[in-house]
């Protein structure tokens, strides 16, 4: 018993360092000094850590609006998805009516589109429509895509809410908008929460459709792909770095969700 | 008012998400076909896929595309089953470890491409380990077309780090809804561990593969940052051609074409699953 122990600990532990070894390795490199970065021989832990990277990044030309604009996108995607998507995931946990499975069906073969199959039509008609290379365009986008995950996961997460109290509070008095207000809202809350910091980063990653539908106003993974070939190591690692930083805190925020997302996302 | 509250509450309900699905789903797929097989003067054409085709790239990216695919999926799943049973144990720090296992679900393609850089560049990590012991005295170029196993190498590593997780969190969700009935009654029966996971635990899961081999494979076909981060266009692949051609060379209906392409791989790829791992009902395990 004591070597299965032993054995499953060292399973574990090899797999955690496998994940963790990389994040550590891209915050070594984002605070190396540019000289020991381009240096050899280069020493695997650097000599000096510094913050002059980091600092060359957020000053160079772009970063910081675009850091800005990623933030507005993700907040305005957050606000579409959510609003346009969770009455639809309400009325599928809550109602029986026709075309129901045909729905469902229909919001699970949206995930066979890919990106540019979207991104690129959407550039065109952007294009006619005057909101190409705006933030709203490319919210729009984002939360389209962001779009059958939240429905999906907003019908189960007011399928676990019980419709007794829904009930309850109405033959108490409540209208219905009133018994959701007062009931079912709050008690579904978190797990709204939970789902709408996961679009948050879903937008704060996009990358090709970003890179698609901006021109001057880019986000900041459009920034940074858009200028891979002229940017230095230290501007990479830096870029790579900052990026990752409120991912790992969100998904720390959201861990205790993730399984009841992805679980109902994707198996049906 | 009086209308509004004439339309039935779930159409009421529906209708946002509805509106919105058609506008950003189904206009768009009628737009790119439209490029797509259309001449500029909106007549019926075949001329952009004969340029796709004719392109020096498109050989390659067809063949990248389908090879990265046969690298990264099955390493995926192997690795992500192992790292769902480890957390499926329930021992103490099981969860600790489903954290720490999900971080990578948070980190964008291009932010891992970055990542992965950092070690492969040519005074990275890598070369900075092998000169350490004493394997090598001059920096090795692994990124180059003169290595495009590295290049390929770096591309697979990257994925497989970035996305086991979400194959991962799939599976843990699948092995949670089976009864422990059943894993029960194979230990009792005096099954071995191996037993148990080959012929009671594989068999219940395969509705959760499949769905895991599906979104897997249709986000594989899109891997478009750490192309561009680790080979530029040395390792085209669809989806980064389909960006060129609309951003380099200014041409949508090329990237359209590049675009209908992946779309129909991926429709391929997910009958080819569906038909293949077809599921009884009562494989689906849930008591």
Redesign the interface.
């Known amino acids: 018993m004591r070597w299965k122990k032993a054995l499953f600990y060292a399973a574990a532990a090899v797999f955690a360092v496998w994940t963790v070894m990389p994040i550590v390795l891209i915050a070594m490199a984002a605070l190396t000094p540019r000289q020991e970065l381009y240096s050899w021989p280069r020493q695997f832990i650097p000599e000096n850590f510094s913050l002059e990277s980091f600092r060359f990044f957020a000053n160079s030309h772009g970063v910081l609006a675009a850091t800005f604009r990623s933030i507005a996108v993700a907040l305005a995607t957050v606000l579409i998805a959510l609003l346009v998507g969770a009455p639809a995931g309400y009325a599928l946990a809550r109602f029986r009516f026709r075309g129901k499975e045909a729905f469902r069906i229909g919001i699970l073969m949206t995930r066979m589109f890919p990106t540019s199959l979207l991104a690129i039509p959407l550039a065109v008609i952007y294009l006619k429509t005057n909101i190409y290379d705006t933030i709203g365009g490319l919210a729009l986008m984002h939360a389209a895509l962001a779009m059958p995950f939240v429905v999906l996961v907003t019908s189960s997460l007011f399928l676990k809410v019980p419709y007794d109290l829904e009930e309850a509070a109405m033959t108490l008095g409540c209208s219905r908008i009133g018994a959701f207000v007062r009931v079912s809202l709050p008690l579904a809350l978190p797990s709204l929460v939970a789902a709408g910091i996961y679009t948050f980063v879903l937008s704060w990653n996009e990358v090709f459709a970003s890179a698609v539908l901006t021109v001057h106003n880019r986000t900041l993974p459009a920034h940074i792909i858009s200028t891979l070939n002229v940017s230095p190591l230290n501007f990479k690692f830096a870029g790579g770095f900052f990026m990752i930083i409120p991912a790992l805190i969100f998904i720390f925020l959201v861990r205790r969700y993730l399984l009841s997302m992805w679980g109902v996302a994707i198996n049906k | 008012m009086s209308l509004l509250r004439r339309i039935?509450?779930?159409?009421l309900?529906?209708s946002?998400?509805?509106i919105?699905?058609t506008l950003?789903?189904v206009?768009?797929?009628v737009?790119?076909s439209?490029?797509a097989f259309q001449s500029p003067d909106s007549v019926f054409t075949l001329s952009n896929f004969d340029r796709m085709v004719s392109d020096i790239y498109f050989d390659g990216a067809l063949r990248n595309t389908i090879i990265l695919l046969i690298l990264i999926i099955p390493v995926q799943l192997v690795?992500a089953f192992?790292?769902a049973l480890?957390v499926n144990?329930r021992?103490r720090?099981s969860t600790f470890?489903?954290?720490?296992?999900?971080?990578?679900?948070?980190?964008?393609?291009?932010?891992a491409?970055?990542?992965?850089?950092?070690?492969f560049?040519e005074?990275?990590?890598l070369?900075?380990?092998l000169?350490?012991l004493g394997i090598l005295e001059?920096?090795l170029i692994f990124l180059s077309s003169m290595t495009p196993k590295w290049m390929v190498a770096a591309i697979v590593l990257t994925e497989v780090?970035r996305a086991t997780?979400?194959v991962m969190?799939?599976l843990?969700?699948?092995l949670?809804?089976i009864a422990k009935d059943y894993t029960e009654a194979a230990e009792t029966f005096g099954c071995t561990w191996w037993q148990k996971v080959r012929y009671v635990i594989l068999p219940l899961l395969k509705?959760?593969i499949q769905?895991?081999l599906i979104?897997r494979t249709?986000l594989a076909?899109?891997m478009?940052?750490p192309i561009?981060?680790l080979a530029?266009r040395q390792l085209p692949v669809f989806?980064s051609e389909?960006?060129y051609w609309?951003?380099t060379v200014r041409n949508?209906r090329v990237?359209?074409a590049?675009?209908?392409m992946?779309?129909a791989l991926?429709?391929v790829a997910?009958f080819l699953y569906l038909l293949l791992l077809r599921t009884k009902d009562e494989q689906v395990g849930v008591m």
């Open positions: 039935p509450l779930p159409i309900l529906l946002p998400t509805l919105f699905l950003f789903f206009i768009p797929l737009q790119v439209g490029l690795l192992a790292a480890i144990q021992r720090g470890f489903l954290y720490i296992y999900a971080i990578p679900l948070g980190i964008s393609d291009l932010a491409g970055l990542i992965w850089l950092s070690i560049t005074r990275g990590y070369n900075s380990i000169h350490n001059r920096p780090w997780p979400l969190v799939i843990l969700s699948g949670q809804m509705p959760s769905s895991a979104m249709m076909f899109q478009f940052g561009l981060v530029g989806a389909s960006y609309y951003t949508p990237a359209a590049y675009a209908l992946l779309m991926s429709v997910t």
